[in-house]
């Protein structure tokens, strides 16, 4: 979990200036046992906000 927090991160500061609205993590059991996901719902700021 710490490795995937931090590239979710590293994604967020790749896309410049954004506004950061929600974060979903989910986890699925699978036959190789569990699989993490974060969904990231964002917008990109612009100088007119």
């Not at 500061?13 to 964002?42: C, S």
Request: aromatic share 8%; hydrophobic share 40%.
């Amino acid at each position: 979990m710490p490795a995937l927090l931090r590239r979710v991160a590293d994604s967020i500061e790749e896309l410049g200036k954004v506004e950061v609205h929600d974060l979903l993590m989910h986890t699925e059991i699978t036959a190789d046992g569990p699989w993490h996901n974060i969904t990231v719902y964002f917008d990109y700021v612009t100088d007119e906000r």
